[in-house]
């Protein structure tokens, strides 16, 4: 059945987010057939509706006003829900991102329609559309199928392919004109942290450090080897309770959760609430001093060893290829 799918474009930093593409192809699965149109919020987001374009969105509407410039809640549902009006879209998919997360739900209960969240992969099946979704912190995995009204998703980001970028695309880039009003909250400075360069949610590959790594000056080898490899650098909570690093770099259960191709777990222990952020990662190698350790239950690649002393090889080593 031929649905029209309305997939929310993220743009971060001046350029578009890596999982509106793979929105787009998640868009294309519950469209079957139908027409996806890509949603653009922001203060100047009109250059970037030829890029969605190409990476598979049929067309591309924008709502921009300087009220949108920084994520609220309140904009950008008014931003949406005008969107949504025009189009009656039968099915919606967003990232799993931090504004995902929080604006879909608000949204699907204005529309009063259910939602699908965090779903890892989507599939045609005997007449259904079966969504993947993990639960009990990445334990198991449930199926889910929309029976009724819209289908309303957000992907895990790094789980859905893209479709390969076709600059032969066309189509066009309409705007929708929304007063933007009462707002209940503004932002007023945005305080960035810590990280820099590859974003960790998005990261193809992570090297996370934990407690094993024994201080600030310990993630430096970390760090070359994630630059080497153009990765991101991640952490346990033990690390970032012991100060090593900031929490925005922590993965688990109460931090990111990531599903690199590659994960480097570098003295980290494997506690159930870290393994909840980090056991989809396609591969997962760890180092660790202790065989025993917990980490290497979810390990493809384990390497017993110091970590000090591991990182470094490995590091020169990757600088040959
Ligand atoms: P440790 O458990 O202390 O492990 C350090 C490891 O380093 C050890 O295995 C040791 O053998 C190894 N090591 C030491 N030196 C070296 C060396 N030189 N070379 C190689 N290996 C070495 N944790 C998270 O990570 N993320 C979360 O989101 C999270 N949420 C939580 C939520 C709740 C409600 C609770 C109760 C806990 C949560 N935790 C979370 C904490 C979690 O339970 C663990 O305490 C934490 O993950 C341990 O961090 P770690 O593995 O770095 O430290």
Same mark, same amino acid.
Do not use: W
């Given at each position: ?6 997939? $929310? ?70 931003? $949406? ?20 997360? *929080? ?169 159930i609430q870290h393994l909840a952020g980090m056991s989809n990662s396609k591969v ?5 001093? *202790? ?31």
């Amino acid at each position: 059945m031929a649905r029209k799918v309305l997939v $929310l474009g993220e743009v971060r930093d001046g350029a578009l987010r890596n999982v509106s593409f793979e929105a787009i192809a998640a868009g294309k699965t519950v469209a079957e057939g139908g027409e996806v149109v890509a949603v653009l919020a922001g203060e100047a987001v009109q250059s970037f509706g030829q890029e969605l374009i190409h990476y598979g969105a049929d067309r591309v509407v924008t709502v921009e006003d300087a009220k949108l410039a920084a994520y609220t809640p309140d904009g950008y549902s008014q931003a $949406l829900l005008a969107v949504i009006e025009q189009e009656k879209p039968e099915g919606i998919v967003f990232g799993h991102t931090a504004l995902g997360k *929080d604006l879909s739900p608000k949204l699907a209960a204005r529309l009063g329609s259910g939602l699908i969240s965090d779903a890892t992969s989507l599939e045609e099946a005997g007449g259904n559309l079966v969504f993947t979704r993990p639960i009990y912190s990445g334990k198991a995995f449930e199926k889910k199928i929309v029976t009724d009204g819209v289908i309303f998703a957000t992907i895990r980001p790094n789980n859905i392919a893209p479709l390969a970028k076709d600059e032969s695309r066309s189509g066009d880039v309409t705007s929708v004109s929304v007063e933007i009003k009462d707002l209940r909250t503004i932002v007023k400075d945005v305080v960035r942290k810590a990280t820099q360069g590859v974003d960790l949610s998005e990261a193809k590959v992570i090297i996370a450090g934990g407690r094993g790594v024994k201080s600030e000056d310990g993630f430096k080898p970390l760090q070359e080897l994630a630059d080497v490899l153009g990765g991101a650098v991640g952490a346990s909570r033990g690390a970032c309770d012991a100060d090593y690093c900031d929490y925005s770099l922590q993965i688990g259960q109460t931090g990111k959760v990531v599903t690199p191709d590659l994960y480097i777990a570098c003295g980290i222990s494997g506690a159930i609430q870290h393994l909840a952020g980090m056991s989809n990662s396609k591969v997962i190698v760890a180092i660790n001093k *202790d065989p025993e350790a917990n980490i290497f239950k979810v390990a493809d690649y384990g390497i017993v060893g110091d970590l000090f002393e591991v990182i470094p090889m490995l590091t020169e080593e990757f600088k040959k290829l």
